[in-house]
C-alpha cells in the first residue's frame, strides 16, 4: 500500500498522519449514508481534481486532504463520477469551515499570519489583544471551506470541518 505525502510532511519527518476514517468528503458528494451505498470506489474522481486535493479513504472512497492544496469547487470529480455518488445538482448543503486550533503560533505569541495571508477570501482576520498579540479569528460568513488557510500554516494549527447548518459562530 503506498501512501501519498505531502512535500512540507515528508521534510518535516512525518512519514506517515493519522489518518481519520474518512476525512471530510468533496463538496460534490451527496448526503453520507447515500453516497457509502452508491460509491464503489472507482476511484475516477482523484486523478481528474486538478486541485489535486481529493485522495482516496481506506475504503477506496473520496476524502480532501488539504495539505496538498485547496478546493476550487470545479465541480470536476462530479464530471467523472460514474456512480452518482458526487454530482454537480443534489449536492448537500457545503458546511465545511476552517477553524484554528490552540497550537497555532499566533496564540502563543509568535507574529504569524500565514493562514490569514493564504486566504483568497480574506476570511481569516487578526483581532489585536490587549497583551499584544494578533489573535485569529474565522470570519464564518467569508468562509467557503475551501482549505487554502491549511497547508500554508507551520504547525497545522487550521482544519476544516463540516458544521452543523444553523450554527454561525466564529472560531
Known amino acids: 500500500m503506498s501512501v501519498e505525502l505531502a512535500r512540507r510532511d515528508l521534510f518535516r519527518g512525518r512519514l506517515a498522519r493519522a489518518a481519520k476514517p474518512h476525512g471530510l468528503r468533496p463538496p460534490t458528494a451527496i448526503e453520507e449514508a447515500r453516497f457509502l451505498t452508491l460509491c464503489d470506489g472507482c ?30 469547487f470545479c465541480g470536476a470529480c462530479a464530471d467523472v463520477c460514474p456512480s452518482d455518488a458526487l454530482v454537480r445538482i443534489g449536492v448537500r448543503a457545503w458546511t465545511a469551515k476552517a477553524e484554528i486550533a490552540g497550537r497555532c503560533l ?66
Do not use: Q
Open 43 to 72: 476511484a475516477a474522481c482523484a486523478p481528474a481534481c486538478p486541485e489535486k486535493v481529493i485522495r482516496l479513504d481506506g475504503d477506496r472512497r473520496p476524502a480532501l486532504r488539504f495539505e496538498h492544496g485547496e478546493c476550487s
Open 106 to 171: 499566533a496564540v502563543g505569541g509568535v507574529h504569524c499570519r500565514t493562514c490569514g495571508d493564504a486566504c483568497p477570501r480574506a476570511a481569516i482576520r487578526f483581532a489585536p489583544r490587549a497583551d499584544g498579540r494578533f489573535l485569529p479569528i474565522v470570519v464564518d460568513d467569508a468562509c467557503n471551506g475551501c482549505g487554502a488557510c491549511v497547508a500554508p500554516c507551520p504547525v497545522d494549527a487550521v482544519i476544516v470541518k463540516e458544521r452543523p447548518e444553523g450554527r454561525g459562530e466564529a472560531a
